[in-house]
């Protein structure tokens, strides 16, 4: 069981808006930065969004977030084949002096 | 062009030692600290070490603390993962990944394509 909790899936047909929630607690999400990855199959994971809401040059504007509390999610808008990934939140924990990522979100575009 | 390149993994036999290295280019090493990740097959990502950017911070997640021990080296732009008393659930993808600031508290902006460490007897 991560510190951090998200959905295991999310799905949705082209086009579509989406949003994977990110949960956690005061010790990592309340009080450090929220990292989002994109991890397709076979491969290492790319940097999709840092310090709760930066897009890194080259990610498309679909991809936006953001963090509220002790919780953060991720939009991805107008829904491609391409984005079907998994998709990573990382924080900071102050309590565990370490790094935690969420479960991962397993994303189907139908 | 920024890349973390790894090397080092393999078949091991449980309770065996083996070291993995992280070697960097194309930015400024000692500017960066410099985490390892791993992803056992079919599971999530699990972070797994940090070492600030000049050596003095070591953090561990509490599965390989006392077990496994990070350093680097930043007149060779490596970073090392020596790993002790292997299990099998160390079994796993390793990724070496750049923190995108000099310490604790950041995330992770670059990842290498990892390297596999099987433990298994």
């Known amino acids: 069981q991560s510190v951090v909790t998200q959905p295991p899936s999310a799905s949705g047909p082209p086009g579509h808006r989406l949003t994977i929630s990110c949960s956690g607690a005061?010790?990592?999400?309340?009080?450090?930065?929220v990292h989002w990855y994109q991890q397709l199959p076979g491969t290492a994971p790319k940097l999709l969004i840092s310090?709760?809401?930066q897009r890194p040059s080259g990610v498309p504007d679909r991809f936006s977030a953001s963090k509220s509390g002790t919780s953060a999610s991720l939009a991805i808008s107008g829904l491609r084949s391409e984005d079907e990934a998994d998709y990573y939140c990382s924080v900071w924990d102050d309590s565990l002096r370490g790094t935690v990522f969420g479960g991962g979100t397993q994303l189907t575009v139908l | 062009q920024v890349q973390l390149v790894e090397s080092g993994g393999g078949v091991v036999q449980p309770g065996r030692s083996l070291r993995l290295s992280c070697a960097a280019f194309g930015f400024t090493f000692n500017d960066f600290g410099i985490n390892w990740v791993r992803q056992a097959p079919g599971k999530g990502l699990e972070w797994v070490a940090l070492?600030?950017?000049?050596?003095?911070?070591?953090y561990y997640a509490d599965s390989v603390k006392g077990r496994f021990t990070i350093s680097r080296d930043n007149s060779k732009n490596t970073v090392d993962l020596q790993m002790n008393g292997l299990r099998g659930d160390d079994t796993a993808m390793y990724f070496c990944?750049?923190?995108?600031?000099?310490?604790?508290?950041?995330?992770?902006?670059?990842w290498g394509q990892g390297t596999t460490v099987t433990v298994s007897s």
């Open positions: 310090r709760d809401n």
């Open positions: 990944a750049r923190g995108d600031g000099s310490g604790s508290g950041y995330g992770i902006d670059v």
């Open positions: 070492i600030s950017y000049d050596g003095t911070d070591q």
């Open positions: 005061n010790s990592n999400i309340g009080t450090n930065y």
